[in-house]
């Protein structure tokens, strides 16, 4: 499987991004999809996932509220998009993909990553 992040950018805070990841290959509709972020100086952290089975959604807490993920499996496509947007949001964003139906949280359970979209929020 392979994944290409796009739609970051520079955004004021308040305001709204949609990331996409657009999937290729025979099985990708067959993953669950992640996002994750990572800061400078910091781990990668966790912000969202879709379950592949049933579209389900979970959120990191410092989203929650705010992101939102959906896919669009005609397009092989996931989307996060991105609301009321704060400085501590910027960093570079990831999709990855995950065989498992089920929640995953942790980076080691993504077997696919894309290249990452970077994000920056000005206050």
């Known amino acids: 499987v392979q994944l290409q992040a796009s739609g970051g950018g520079l955004v004021q805070a308040g305001g709204s991004l949609r990331l996409s990841c657009a999937a290729s290959?025979?099985?990708?509709?067959?993953?669950?999809m992640g996002w994750f972020r990572q800061a400078p100086g910091k781990e990668r952290e966790f912000v969202g996932w879709?379950?592949?089975?049933?579209?389900?959604?979970r959120y990191g807490d410092s989203v929650k509220g705010r992101f939102a993920i959906s896919r669009d499996n005609a397009k092989s496509t996931v989307y996060l998009q991105m609301n009321s947007l704060k400085p501590e949001d910027t960093g570079v964003y990831y999709c990855?993909?995950?065989?498992?139906?089920?929640?995953?949280?942790?980076?080691?359970?993504?077997?696919?990553w894309g290249q990452g979209t970077q994000v920056t929020v000005s206050s």
């Open positions: 990855a993909a995950s065989p498992w139906y089920q929640l995953k949280t942790g980076t080691s359970e993504y077997d696919y």
């Open positions: 879709i379950s592949y089975r049933d579209r389900s959604t």
């Open positions: 290959g025979r099985t990708s509709t067959s993953y669950s």
